[in-house]
Nanobody, 124 residues
Framework: VQLVESGGGLVRPGGSLRLSCAAS????????MAWFRELPGKEREFVAA????????RYSDSVRGRFTISRDNAKNTVYLQMNMLQPEDTAVYSC??????????????????WGQGTQVTVSS
């Protein structure tokens, strides 16, 4: 199993980035997928999740309306479009996969597989 994030980088406040997570994992099309982030000096926190059939998305209060999660089951890839980025969004962003046929909540313990993460830095 391998989850590989890409698309991070340095962006100015108000800018946008699109993260990708390529998943080498069985039964991707029946796994929800999620993004978490670890802010400097803080614990990892939930950002967004998407159901395996694309019919439900969940967001944290801090990103709702600015970030959009999506997936392409044909490519085994999940995306995070981040708009109106702010310095407080600076973090390492990781994708995560739970067991199949589950709709987990926002707790880290509910996810079995994790990527290494990609750094997002928002600074002028």
């Amino acid at each position: 199993v391998q989850l590989v994030e890409s698309g991070g980088g340095l962006v100015r406040p108000g800018g946008s980035l699109r993260l990708s997570c390529a998943a080498s994992i069985g039964n991707f099309n029946v796994r929800d997928m999620a993004w978490f982030r670890e802010l400097p000096g803080k614990e990892r926190e939930f950002v967004a999740a998407i159901y395996w059939n694309n019919d439900y998305e969940r967001y944290s209060d801090s990103v709702r309306g600015r970030f959009t999660i999506s997936r392409d089951n044909a490519k085994n890839t999940v995306y995070l479009q981040m708009n109106m980025l702010q310095p407080e969004d600076t973090a390492v962003y990781s994708c995560a996969a739970p067991p199949t046929y589950r709709h987990p909540g926002i707790g880290e313990h509910e996810y079995d597989y994790w990527g290494q993460g990609t750094q997002v830095t928002v600074s002028s």
